[in-house]
């Protein structure tokens, strides 16, 4: 229901309204003697209702002088609201057919020079003929009375009900004032009620039309209860979407607030921000091209640094965890470079004999270059120490134009050494194949096990059984 601008001049062009109560042209009694001509007043987002005092504030030439001629007859005008409200100048084709006959209870002026009329609803009214466009409109109508129902119980709880939510949506409507309620409790017509609620509900001008168009009034009833329980699921929806936006608002106005506090209470001890590290790790993280999985858990961990004291231990743990993540080649890789005569050139050049070998390693790179896809392939060289073993790695990475890695694996007894320490250990670190991996900076280098035959196998675990795996 629309009650602000309660009490105020209502402007008939562009503006809401909210009537004053008059409900005694309700009354049967209550007879009305319509001229044959009659001046028609056109409304834009208006829609006067029988027994209602509505304050409009008009400006056209045309609604002046349609006025000014009723008000010097018998005060009578009909008011007619347009199909089309940005009709400027309109005429009998862009009226509804229903209207109300109105009187003019009085007319102000206003200092900027428009007028005030205010209007007492009278009985509702149909269009018949139109008689003249200039200097205003006038036409002859008929009285199109409205049929009241029985008063039985069901239509007795029906007004019951209507005026119950038109409190309700007092109340929860914060642009309508409270003396709203006072209004309705003071309303004893319950065809009165119908209208006035009628009158003043939110909703569009062509459905305000429609409800008068009605001729029953208990459909009319039916209708407003419909409309009425619209709005209040509206406002609801409204005051609950506010609800939860002030609650957010006020959680991040807490959120900066303790935040300003924990970095004051850090620069008065001397210790630096951690904020500086989480927002140097996101501007590092938006750079990378992770898949989604690996994305979500290097977020989920980088809000876990945020909570943490950087005075724990966990604090530099975690940020090594994440710094390692950063550092690691991700989809970052060499182009291989498998032409066979270059490679056997570089293997002739640089190892002297070995043909045997060189032929298997020039066969390996054939059913490389055909096949295009080998996952994971293994070359084992085995041999006395200084046959050239290691430096045959080396060639095939120069070969195949990628990155070379060694990792000797004598006398290692650790398998953490190679998975990485668990993160519960206070320096835990990352395991030597993904740190020479970091080191190298590409996913596919030629990684040369150098010594694997000297493993040891100790109490920290079987580390041939992790390389294995």
Known sequence: ?????????????????????????????????????????????????????????????TSLKA????????????????????????????????????????????????????????????????????????????????????????????ISTIKDLSKEVIEKSKNIPSEASMVLKNIKNRFFLINFTATNLNIKVQEKQQLLNLDLLELRANKVLEFLQNEIQMLDLKNKIQRNTRIEIEKQQKDYFLNQQLKNIQDELGQESPSKDYENLMARAKKMKWSKKVKEHFEKEAKKLQRINPAVPDYSVTLNHLELMLDLPWNITSKDNLDLKKSKTILDKEHYGLDKIKDRILEYLAVLKLKGDMKSPILCFIGPPGVGKTSLGKSIATAMNRKYVRMSLGGLHDESELRGHRKTYIGAMPGRILQSLKKVKTSNPVFILDEIDKLGNGFRGDPSSALLE
């Open 67 to 158: 006025i000014k001629a009723a008000n010097k007859g018998e005060k009578l005008i009909a008011v007619f609201t347009q199909t089309d409200p940005k009709t400027e100048d309109a005429g009998f084709d862009d009226l509804y057919e229903f209207g109300t006959v109105a009187r003019i209870m009085k007319v102000l002026k206003m200092p900027d020079g428009s007028s005030t009329v205010i209007l007492q609803g009278a009985k509702r009214i149909q269009f018949l003929e139109a008689v003249s466009e200039e200097p205003f409109l006038k036409a002859k109508v008929e009285l199109s009375i409205e049929t009241k129902p029985k008063i039985t119980k069901e239509f007795k709880a029906i």
């Open 1 to 61: 229901m629309d009650f602000e601008d309660f009490l105020h001049p209502i402007q008939e062009e562009n503006n809401d309204f909210i009537p004053i109560i008059a409900d005694d042209e309700l009354d049967d009694k209550a007879k009305i003697d319509l001229p044959e001509e009659i001046p028609v007043l056109a409304l834009r987002n208006s829609v006067i209702f029988p027994g209602v005092i509505m304050p409009i504030t008009v400006g056209r030439d």
